[in-house]
């Protein structure tokens, strides 16, 4: 392979191993989770309103069946908000009960009470509370809250357990309040899907489980608190058939529920976090795993916040171990810089050497031409019978012309990629040196979600890809301006490839354009122009069957295309 091609071919194999970018894009999604969290305090100082002024109702109440019936709104709004005064509210409820003499909803709250208490971790509470209740007199629905808080118990009791045993026996205590509760629970109870849903994807019926989210989405209104939890489930049910696109856009459809219904228990919120970090966007995933924890430490779960602290050191070492890869990243970069300023240095002088070579190859072979034109002269007066050597010499002659124009060319074309690579070399140059004082100003300055920003791999890539191939086509066609309308001569009328008004290549003639340079390797070809090998084989199969005449000599007419005629 001729230098020039040489020079060219390891100058673009060095500047193209980009990597892929994601199937979602991370930043649609979470624009609108950025702008409500920033509004954050707004629902929650409103949510507080609304809360102030039902305790106020409350407080002024005498009768005792209307004082019952404010102090449950009161719990239902405190249930999402803050746990400890959700259960003060429901001990509130259970006194005016039964003080009324209603054992169905005194029996009804403590059962809620002992669900408040599991729901948080306090699983020794929540049991004492339900096994100290009396069910006699309790209507259905009642009994239908009292087996939910049983089964609710047990079942985290199942979950956070480490001794297989007891989890068997938490597991079939929880099934058996499980069957008790679907007896007395009403058909549109969120319970009741949510219980039938997660059974359906534990047994691996996705089908079934998909119908009852949809089923439970439309007893729901969309934005409430309870469409955060159908949405919630909506996500794993498209994780689990592994449609990341949907997956992601129903997480952000709950997440965006709670933090607007001022919901401080957010478990929507610690998936999406957990989400982000195994995609590797750690600063995010940390701003939202902070805000999560600080809502869950205003709710008082323990349980929440016994799931939240090991994704924060997960991310903390995220945040780690992609320092010290933008560290080596660098440390490389600089390498490159560096190697590749020697290797321009050396090549300046080595084209540079050649060139004085070629230029006195070329006087040499001028000189012997003018020589052998005047002989040529000279033997034809002075003897016709010298005809037939006359005629060898003249040959000679044009071969040696031939190759005179030759070089002359192969040192125009040469002349014109050397310039052009030396000055893309120094803009690189000038660009890597840009990007390593900024990147060392940014690690001082520890602005590392700026440095993710510019050091963003698919942005890169598109950007320089672009670049090289304007350059590319500007350099082939000032070199060979006809080469087009040359190259469409060789093909079929219907199969001749237009090109853009741009001044660009197509790919195909592109491909042809590597040929006619001497880079025919299907491989090199497809590194070049970053194509699988399979699709450069396809595109030359095609031209070439489109060929006017003598297909199996297409390829060496294109390398021909430009060379002087004898």
């Known amino acids: 392979m001729a230098l020039r091609y040489k020079i060219l071919f390891a100058f673009l194999t060095l500047f193209l191993g980009i990597n892929q970018a994601h199937a979602y894009d991370i930043e649609k999604l979470c624009q609108p989770i950025d702008e409500a969290i920033r509004r954050s ?177 439309k007893t729901v209104e969309k934005g409430s608190h309870p469409y955060a939890l159908v949405a919630l489930y909506r996500y794993i049910e498209f994780k689990e058939r592994r449609d990341s696109t949907q997956m992601m856009e129903w997480l952000v459809e709950s997440v965006l529920a709670d933090i607007r219904n001022s919901v401080m228990d957010q478990g929507s919120m610690w998936e999406l976090a957990n989400e982000l970090m195994l995609n590797g966007d750690f600063e995010r995933a940390s701003r939202y795993i902070i805000f999560t924890s600080e809502c869950a430490n205003r709710y008082g779960s323990r349980q929440r916040n016994w799931q939240i602290s090991p994704l924060l050191s997960d991310i903390a070492k995220g945040y780690k171990g992609k320092s010290e890869k933008t560290t080596r990243q660098l440390r490389w970069l600089l390498g490159v810089t560096s190697v590749l300023a020697l290797a321009l240095l050396a090549a300046f002088f080595y084209v540079r050497s050649r060139n004085r070579q070629l230029r006195v190859a070329r006087n040499a072979l001028s000189s012997k031409n003018r020589e052998l034109s005047e002989l040529n002269v000279q033997l034809s007066e002075a003897n016709q019978q010298q005809s037939v050597l006359n005629g060898q010499l003249k040959t000679l002659n044009d071969e040696l012309a031939q190759s005179n124009n030759q070089l002359s060319e192969s040192n125009r074309v040469k002349e014109e990629y050397i310039g052009r690579f030396l000055r893309l070399c120094s803009m690189y140059i000038d660009q890597m040196d840009s990007l390593r004082k900024r990147v060392n100003k940014l690690m001082k300055n520890r602005q590392f979600e700026e440095l993710s920003k510019i050091t963003r791999p698919q942005e890169f890539r598109d950007k320089e890809l672009e670049e090289l191939y304007v350059n590319f086509d500007s350099a082939f066609l000032h070199l060979f301006p006809n080469f087009v309308n040359d190259f469409n001569a060789l093909l079929r009328p219907e199969e001749r490839i237009e090109q853009p008004d741009d001044g660009r290549l197509p790919t195909a003639v592109r491909i042809f354009a590597l040929i006619r340079l001497g880079i025919d390797d299907s491989g090199k070809i497809a590194e070049f122009l970053h194509y699988s090998v399979n699709t450069i084989y396809n595109y030359r199969a095609r031209v070439k069957n489109g060929a006017l005449r003598d297909r199996e000599n297409f390829e060496k007419h294109v390398k021909e295309i430009g060379m002087p005629r004898r």
């Open 41 to 217: 305090p707004q629902y929650v100082a409103a949510y507080e309103q609304k809360i102030s002024a039902a305790r106020r109702d409350f407080e002024k109440e005498t009768d005792r069946k209307r004082k019952y019936e404010k102090g449950f709104h009161l719990y239902q709004l405190y249930r999402p908000f803050v746990a400890d005064s959700a259960m003060f509210f429901l001990e509130q409820c259970v006194a005016l009960a039964e003080q009324e003499g209603n054992r169905s909803e005194a029996v009804r709250c403590r059962s809620l009470l002992g669900l408040r208490c599991s729901n948080i971790g306090m699983y020794d509470e929540a049991l004492l509370i339900l096994d100290s209740i009396q069910t006699a007199g309790a209507d259905k629905e009642t009994l239908g809250a009292y087996y939910e808080a049983y089964n609710n118990v047990y079942s985290e009791l199942a979950y956070y357990t480490h001794m297989e045993a007891m989890r068997k026996t938490y597991q079939q205590k929880a099934q058996h309040y499980e069957e008790l509760m679907y007896q007395y629970l009403p058909p549109d109870a969120e319970t009741r899907f949510l219980r039938l849903e997660q059974k359906a994807q534990a047994e691996g019926n996705l089908k079934e489980s998909m119908r009852i989210n949809d089923e439970w989405l």
